[in-house]
């Protein structure tokens, strides 16, 4: 789904890994540390992308979620991200439909790499 706002949000936010069905930016470099915005592709397709662009999980540092959309994110990716302990940050009003949604997220948050953000405050 990809309402105007959105569209308009998304140009801010750096080249596309994929695009189409399921939303995945390029990660942002921060002091060589990768920061994923949105993970809407599956594991294996979202490492072959990283590869291709001369990254991989090694140097991400952290996954933050835009929005709930189902297309920005994916239950096996999620379920990737607790194993190998990248933190998740999504905010706080996105606890709810993610838990509800999705079963990879409660493991998520069970073992503390998932996070939670508030407007204003520090992350
Ligand atoms: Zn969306």
């Known amino acids: 789904m990809q309402d105007g706002q959105e569209a308009r949000d998304a140009g801010k936010m750096g080249p596309v890994l994929a695009s189409g069905s399921s939303r995945q ?21 979202l490492a072959r992308r990283l590869q291709e662009i001369g990254s991989d999980w090694q140097r991400i540092r952290g996954v933050v979620l835009t929005h709930t959309h189902s297309d920005h994110w994916s239950a ?11 933190p998740f940050f999504c ?3 996105h606890l709810r439909p993610l838990n509800r949604q999705c079963p990879e997220f409660q493991s998520l948050q069970f073992c503390r790499v998932g996070k939670d953000i508030h407007s204003g405050a520090d992350f």
Request: net charge negative.
């Open 25 to 45: 930016r390029e990660p942002l470099e921060l002091d060589g540390a990768g920061l994923l915005i949105d993970i809407g592709l599956g594991p294996r397709q």
């Open 76 to 86: 096996r990716s999620l379920a990737r991200l607790a194993e190998l302990r990248v």
């Open 91 to 93: 905010h706080a009003e």
